[in-house]
């Protein structure tokens, strides 16, 4: 999945001179299953992302510190299919997402870490 419309518009505003974007005070990293939705369970919470400065001329950023979704506490085996970054830990605005090189099949109190996440514009 592409950056979201609403990140889109922030980014063409700023470079074109539009409307000044705020930038979200924190980033939070939400899993997907394979029906689209969000996974959803008694310990699940979006996971606040850091990422190291972007490279240059790379146009990339990279993980700063591993997330870690502990004993997520689901209703029923999930299959993890994709990542997706919003501006809030609860509702909030979609702001990219992704599929994961390899989806994950995990169990209702099973331990998710993401180690390595990298956004690259292109």
Do not use: H
């Amino acid at each position: 999945m592409p950056a979201s419309s609403m990140l889109a518009k922030g980014l063409l505003d700023f470079v074109c001179g539009g409307a000044t974007p705020t930038r979200p005070s924190d980033r939070f990293i939400a899993l997907i299953d394979n029906g689209g939705v969000e996974l959803v369970g008694a310990n699940y919470a979006r996971q606040t992302v850091t990422f190291a400065a972007a490279a240059s001329p790379a146009g990339s950023v990279v993980l700063a510190t591993p997330l870690t979704f502990a004993s997520l506490g689901l209703v029923a085996p999930a299959s993890v299919v994709s990542a997706a970054a919003y501006d809030s830990s609860v509702g909030g605005n979609l702001l990219w997402g992704a599929p994961l090189l390899t989806p994950r099949y995990i169990q209702p109190n099973d331990t998710f870490i993401v180690s390595t996440l990298t956004i690259s514009l292109s």
